[in-house]
């Protein structure tokens, strides 16, 4: 049974820090490239981040370039996202994304998401 549960949510003030953590089961880890999405009210989901399976490539959305890190501990099964300088705008359901190319399908699972609310 395949399954991402991100932890790690919650309510911080402008200019404060939250990491984020995304466990896998129930599938190869070390095969799939993990990304971070979010998802504001009344917005479309967008990608924040992205890691190659090795975590030799990141990529990241300009939006947030300089404040936030994403890495990834195949050993662990997990990934991560340190966010940092946080702003109100960064408020969102934040949700992780575990994806792989299969002979031209793209095989892709999603966690159920976690709450990053950034208010004073």
């Known amino acids: 049974q395949v399954q991402l549960v991100e932890s790690g949510g919650g309510l911080v003030q402008p200019g404060g820090s939250l990491r984020l953590s995304c466990a896998a089961s129930?599938?190869?880890?070390?095969?799939?490239?993990m990304s971070w999405y979010r998802q504001a009210p009344g917005k479309e989901r967008e990608l924040v981040a992205r890691?190659?399976?090795?975590?030799?490539?990141?990529n990241y959305a300009d939006s947030v370039k300089g404040r936030f890190t994403i890495s990834r501990d195949n050993a662990e099964n997990t990934a991560y996202l340190q966010m940092n300088s946080l702003k109100p705008g960064d408020t969102a359901v934040y949700y992780c994304?575990?994806?792989?190319?299969?002979?031209?399908?793209?095989?892709?699972?999603w966690g159920q998401g976690t709450q990053v609310t950034v208010s004073s």
């Open positions: 890691i190659t399976n090795t975590g030799g490539i990141t």
């Open positions: 994304k575990a994806t792989k190319l299969d002979r031209s399908r793209v095989i892709a699972y």
């Open positions: 129930g599938f190869t880890f070390s095969s799939y490239a």
